[in-house]
């Protein structure tokens, strides 16, 4: 091969995450984060922004070495402060119009050999200076989508047996598979996704169970759902009106669980890869919808940290249903990168939920969304009980149930 990374699907995939993933509309500006490894991507997001009218792209690099050296030679007291005045500024940009477009890539365990005190602390005032940004994201006030970079320290960890340029080729021929850029036209091949997704969301619409029970090794677990909840999947409406594909890939059907009403036991299916740090062997049980007991095998300090952030943290704010067949699960990969992971098997997520997973949520005031049961947090982290090992029945209002998912397929 001369390239790891194939360029003229590279250059797809920067045409799908502008025109299906956001959708970009003229005259819109696009704020675009990125780690700096991916700048042939965001170069070429660029190229496909300002063709589609684009007002103007500002893009914001991170760096895995610049965040290490934080950890390395940076104030032991400085660990508490986040660039807050920045997220104020997304905000503002959102309010004004701008579409949000991140890249994710960089190396999934850069920090799980960092103090886990101080990586707690750092992601804590992260998550609670993002608040204004995330708010704005979670109720899709604007258009904004994530697609993948096949970053090399990520692409080794998926990937230890080969060497870096085979790694690195392998990664970014699945992200090209799973991000559907390997069709022929993959703008009508993601029309064509959007509407058997929109299919199954219908489906369970339609049927507006009380409950989901997952049943499977090592999980015995009843998600109640929030009252007049609305399964989402695919392309959904933002708020400025653009019809956008928040991820890409995606193969989830979503709602929100009733953050009171969920009980039992439930296990990880795969390790959650969390700001650096691997979770692994994740179970814990929940009374009442809340967590009372939590472990992993590794990385379990971190878990707890995480379950302390706030109130709502040791509560659902997402149910998700993904079957174990997918281009995703198909490539036999452990991705350890939430996008990837999440949409290759079923999931639940702790903390904030999406008020759009309500019938007019859109404009449903906070207070409202509480009193149907959606919680309310300064994390959202998903992480996957699905496997070809797990059934899943929806119980009725009526208390009846129905088969949903079958040993990880729809029933
Ligand atoms: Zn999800
Ligand atoms: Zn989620």
Redesign the pocket.
């Known amino acids: 091969m001369t390239t790891p990374i194939d360029p003229q699907k590279l250059d797809r995939l920067a045409e799908v995450a502008v025109r299906v993933g956001l959708n970009l509309q003229p005259g819109q500006e696009l704020i675009l984060t990125a780690p700096v490894t991916a700048l042939p991507l965001v170069r070429g997001i660029a190229e496909h922004a300002y063709r589609a009218g684009a007002a103007l792209v500002t893009p914001i690099l991170s760096d895995d070495q610049v965040t290490l050296a934080r950890y390395r030679h940076g104030t032991e007291t400085a660990f508490d402060s986040a660039a807050g005045w920045l997220f104020d500024g997304m905000a503002e940009a959102y309010d004004r119009g701008a579409a949000r477009l991140a890249v994710s890539g960089g190396d999934p365990m850069l920090l799980s050999g960092e103090d886990p005190d101080k990586v707690a602390r750092a992601n804590k005032a992260m998550a609670l200076a993002y608040t204004p940004a995330r708010e704005r994201i979670t109720r899709f006030a604007t258009n904004w989508t994530i697609v993948a970079w096949p970053d090399l320290a990520w692409a080794r960890l998926v990937s230890p047996d080969l060497d870096d340029e085979a790694a690195q080729h392998r990664l970014a021929e699945a992200i090209f598979a799973a991000s559907r850029v390997d069709h022929e036209d993959p703008v009508a091949a993601w029309a064509a996704h959007n509407a058997e997704l929109r299919r199954r969301a219908r489906w369970l619409d339609d049927h507006a169970f009380a409950a989901l029970h997952f049943t499977g090794p090592g999980t015995d677990l009843t998600v109640g759902l929030a009252e007049g909840h609305h399964w989402l999947a695919g392309a959904t409406v933002a708020q400025n009106g653009i019809t956008c594909n928040p991820n890409i890939p995606t193969e989830?059907v979503?709602t929100t669980p009733h953050r009171l009403r969920v009980e039992g036991t439930v296990r990880a299916t795969k390790p959650l890869s969390h700001q650096g740090t691997l979770i692994e062997n994740i179970a814990v049980r929940f009374e009442g919808g809340r967590i009372t007991e939590a472990h992993a095998t590794r990385g379990e300090a971190v878990l707890r940290k995480v379950l302390d952030t706030d109130e709502g943290a040791r509560r659902l704010g997402?149910v998700?249903l993904v079957p174990h067949a997918s281009p995703i699960s198909d490539s036999g990969l452990l991705f350890y990168n939430t996008l990837f992971d999440?949409n290759a098997a079923s999931?639940i997520?702790l903390g904030q939920c999406y008020a759009t997973c309500f019938h007019g949520g859109d404009t449903m005031p906070a207070d409202e969304v509480a009193r149907r049961g959606g919680n309310a947090s300064a994390i959202h982290i998903?992480w996957m009980i699905g496997s070809g090992q797990i059934d899943i029945d929806g119980i009725t209002q009526e208390g009846s149930r129905v088969p949903v998912m079958r040993q990880g397929a729809w029933a």
Do not use: K, Q, V
Request: hydrophobic share 40%; glycine share 0%.
């Open positions: 989830e979503f997402e998700a999440e999931h997520a998903d």
